[in-house]
RNA sequence: GUGAGCGUAGCUCAGCUGGUAGAGCGCCAGACUGUGGAUCUGGACGUCGCGGGUUCGAACCCCGUCGCUCACCCCA
């Protein structure tokens, strides 16, 4: 039991967004709401809330997501509920749920959301964390792979960003895997020895991740051992060729990492992740592929599938050091009054600019014009107006330029279509200008 | 779950070999009865993360604990 008054702070590996942020993270939303919705995609909303076994056989029931990562707990009536580790299941799971099959053809789908998964918090990574995501369902063509690839490339250039890399493999399918699992763990067993502790462990738990270890004196090892790619069964390798193919058409740069490995079980053929270096150790910035049997798994109809998920948390960052978007949050209009004379002409008007669209603010008390100039000063108002006794009784207000200091009476009648004016056409709303709609 | 580093004012940090706290920025007020951003002057704000120990005396040394950060694992 926590003692009184001591201090409650939000939990570990969550964090509050303040103001200073949020434009940043309400402009790569925007940004990719647009991209997206220019591909054709629309937006899915599914709960945050899920039973469990959705994730423990989608995800896959060995691994470290649902054996460790899990916020699960039991509901009143014993019912198993998680918190999602990840989105891709649900949206299969509405997508089944609701019959979207049957109105044929591909459903291409988006989401924005928090994700859920208890790890020890670091740079890029956090316990509620946040995902932006789409997934193509009811069809295997490689084209929507590229497609796909394509728009993200474009988003990430929307945003401004250019140090990041596209890594592109194939896992195979569930014909070819596991052969090529079984000569994996045969090389393993030869050379297993002159591996580091980690991989040794890893040869027996996962064999696929010995191929991503980092540890320079592996490298010579590794780089000996089996490679998917090479013995995909010809199906998965007309498809990744056709992928491949047509990212050079589309003039998409990637780079073939045969040794790249996704942790999530139900991925099949395309598997992709693109990494920014300024990420520090997390530098996986998003990932996805192809999951041609998810929807079986889950007990639905055949409905092969395609997807990817970005790290919120950690395009923000990369957005932020690439120093591309400077965000400001200016204000149009700062409404000072003075004297009880002006009190009421100065809350209409301020009224009146809001329901223009207009960012006012006003103070909610007298004050002296001083002080009024000072607080507009800091809340960076373009524009500010001065009522006093004199305004109110000639009917003309000042309307102070801040950024110049050029002042001028105008006519009280004239001065919402003189601030409009003055604001000109990008600053309509009176905010940056990314709140343009598509 | 494992390891390392760090917790001093709202923020960034200083504080020598232990003698009960400082700067810059910010904030508030004034110089300027109705004109901001500059300058100057003054002011408020600290359980030195918490608990215990050593000591005449602890922000400083020791132990524990909590928190944050980074890394491992794994992933977005």
Redesign the pocket.
């Known amino acids: 039991m926590s003692k009184k008054n001591e201090?409650i702070?939000?939990?570990?590996?969550t964090?509050d967004l303040l103001p200073g942020e949020t434009p940043l993270w309400q402009r790569v939303e925007e940004e990719a709401r647009r991209v997206f919705e220019a591909y054709n995609f629309r937006e899915i909303r599914t709960p945050i809330l899920e039973q469990t076994a959705l994730f423990a056989r989608s995800v896959g029931s060995d691994?470290?997501?649902v054996t460790?990562?899990m916020y699960t707990f039991e509901d009143r009536d014993s019912e198993s509920l998680t918190l999602r580790p990840?989105a891709t299941a649900s949206v299969v799971r509405a997508y089944i749920e609701h019959g979207l099959y049957n109105e044929g053809g591909v459903h291409k789908l988006y989401y924005f959301g928090p994700?859920f998964?208890r790890?020890?918090?670091?740079?890029?990574?956090?316990?509620q964390?946040?995902?932006i995501g789409a997934e193509v369902l009811g069809s295997d063509h490689p084209t929507i792979d590229t497609e796909v690839l394509e728009m993200l490339v474009l988003l990430l250039e929307r945003l401004g960003l250019k140090e990041f890399k596209l890594l592109l493999n194939s896992v195979g399918c569930p014909k070819c895997r596991p052969e090529y699992l079984k000569k994996l763990r045969h090389a393993l067993d030869a050379v297993k020895t002159k591996l580091c502790t980690?991989c040794q462990r890893?040869a027996q738990?996962?064999p696929l991740?010995v191929l991503?270890?980092?540890?320079e004196a592996d490298q010579p090892v590794i780089e000996k051992l089996p490679y998917i790619l090479d013995h995909l069964c010809s199906e998965c390798r007309q498809h990744f060729e056709c992928v491949t193919g047509e990212l050079d058409e589309r003039g998409v740069a990637y780079e073939i990492v045969p040794r790249l490995?996704?942790?999530?079980d139900y991925y099949t053929r395309t598997t992709f992740?693109?990494t920014s270096g300024l990420l520090?150790?997390?530098?996986?910035?998003?990932?996805?592929g192809r999951y041609d049997g998810l929807s079986e798994m889950l007990g639905g109809p055949p409905a092969p599938g395609f997807g990817?998920?970005?790290?919120q948390?950690?395009?923000v960052l990369t957005v932020e050091e690439s120093a591309a978007l400077k965000m400001k949050a200016p204000l149009a209009v700062y409404v000072a009054w003075?004297?009880e004379a002006a009190r009421e002409p100065a809350v209409r008007l301020a009224c009146q600019l809001r329901r223009e669209g207009i960012s006012t603010e006003i103070s909610f008390q007298q004050?002296?014009?001083?002080?009024s100039?000072?607080?507009?000063?800091?809340l960076q108002?373009r524009h500010?107006i001065?009522?006093?006794?004199?305004?109110v009784a000639s009917g003309h207000y000042?309307l102070?330029?801040?950024?110049?200091?050029e002042?001028r009476a105008v006519d009280a009648v004239q001065l919402v279509a003189a601030i409009k004016e003055k604001l000109g056409e990008t600053f309509q709303s009176g905010r940056a200008p990314s709140s343009q709609a598509k």
């Open positions: 201090l702070q939000s939990v570990k590996g964090r691994t470290d997501i460790k990562e990840e994700m998964r790890e020890r918090p670091q740079k890029g990574r956090y316990r964390f946040y995902q980690d890893r738990t996962n991740r991503d270890c980092k540890v490995v996704r942790g999530l992740e693109i520090g150790a997390q530098n996986a910035m998003l990932g996805g990817f998920a970005i790290g948390d950690r395009l003075m004297g004050m002296k014009l001083k002080k100039l000072g607080i507009a000063n800091k108002a500010t001065i009522i006093g006794e004199e305004e000042q102070k330029d801040m950024e110049t200091g002042q």
